[in-house]
């Protein structure tokens, strides 16, 4: 088991850059696949990013902006945010899970969230 817990949200305005972190408990970090998910109000909670365990290989559903990245000598995954959008604002949720990258079911362990805000 894996207890996650989120941090470096906030308000920033339209251009802006933020960097979350997810730190995680455990021994175990390295054996697990890692996204970040976010859920806007009245919206569902969709997949934003993921890599796998030795951070070779990353996914993302917002190209180009964000970038995941892991360090699991210090048992964390990071979402580093760049050009960010109005449409971006949204409770960023990181998660730790064995199977497929994209779908919310393969991650049984969840964080707590962060908010993230981006002023027009």
């Known amino acids: 088991q894996v207890q996650l817990e989120e941090s470096g949200g906030g308000l920033v305005q339209a251009g802006g850059s933020l960097r979350l972190s997810c730190a995680a408990s455990?021994?175990?970090?390295?054996?697990?696949?890692m996204g970040w998910f976010r859920q806007a109000p009245g919206k569902e909670r969709e997949f934003v990013a993921a890599?796998?365990?030795?951070?070779?290989n990353t996914y993302y559903s917002v190209k180009g902006r964000f970038t995941i990245s892991r360090d699991n000598a210090k048992n964390t995954v990071y979402l580093q945010m760049n050009s960010l959008k109005p449409e971006d604002t949204a409770v960023y949720y990181c998660a730790a899970g064995s199977g497929a990258y994209y779908y919310t079911a393969a991650y049984p362990y969840w964080g707590q969230g962060t908010q993230v805000t981006v002023s027009s």
């Open positions: 455990g021994r175990t970090f390295s054996s697990y696949k």
């Open positions: 890599i796998s365990r030795t951070g070779d």
